[in-house]
DNA sequence: AATTACCTTTAAATAGTTATAAATTAAGTA
DNA sequence: TACTTAATTTATAACTATTTAAAGGTAATT
């Protein structure tokens, strides 16, 4: 995991400006194990920023997951979710709550995984569907 | 992989009517190897079925991926694209130009991934991103 | 041929995301 | 500190894929 200083580094770096706006996205992702939509983040965020925009919000995102600070996760086709953990894991999907878990995977496996393809991939995203303990009883 | 009467049995069986667009769509389907979008079926149907509407389109196929005839792909985050292999394998993404080529993963693989969850998983998807040997040129 | 429940079409709505242009602001410089 | 400039944010509108609702059409059974 990554702490805000060294985010805030490497934007800095590369020429991007700090503003208040992105100090505050990041700050609302640094540590988190959910995986926040767009939406969560924005309502999050009005205390602090009434006037924040989605544009704002899309766009920052756009930028940790360039400089590999998150992922974007297609998991749910409804929207969006960002996974603050940039390791690349599996992900299950509840698909009737919604419910969006975690799921470690061993080095080995993911090498193997990102080795199937006969070009090179950059990153990979394994999603795995189904019910959820809860739902699963109803 | 499945023939288009085993599509129409199971249809008839499970109660549902085999009208003349269902089998159009199905007929589309049977045999490919590529990842058809809903706009792509609508613009192959056009010669066939000019006042077919997209409406049911996503609707039959929302019903054979109920049915385990197909998957509906989230790797690309623009548009859905549908698999009519079901059989769990995992595809390849360019992002840059958009090719989108199935992979091979063998069923021990499968399981595996499967088995990573506490849940059971119903089904899952392997997605790797990257830029395809064309696009990795430029 | 008549019936009926299901299906398709049309049209409009919805929702997530992105584009645009004007206003604001971070950060470098004098 | 004030000034300058280019990047960023905001507000608004646009866009696009997908879904919904209502009305008419049709498959399948009688």
Request: with cysteine; glycine share 4%; net charge neutral.
């Amino acid at each position: 995991m990554w702490s805000i200083d060294e985010v805030l580094e490497k934007l800095k770096s590369r020429g991007y400006k700090l503003t208040g706006q992105r100090k505050a996205i990041i700050e609302k992702l640094c540590g988190r194990k959910d995986h926040p939509t767009a939406e969560q983040l924005y309502s999050e965020l009005q205390k602090s920023h009434p006037a924040i925009s989605f544009a704002t919000i899309y766009s920052t995102v756009q930028l940790l997951a360039e400089m590999g600070f998150l992922q974007i996760l297609t998991i749910d086709d409804k929207k969006t979710h960002f996974d603050p953990t940039p390791e690349t894991h599996a992900h299950f999907f509840c698909q009737r709550c919604g419910l969006l878990e975690d799921i470690d995977m061993s080095q080995e496996e993911r090498d193997t995984l990102k080795r199937l393809s006969k070009y090179r991939a950059r990153s990979m995203q394994v999603y795995l569907y189904g019910l959820c303990h809860e739902c699963d009883k109803k």
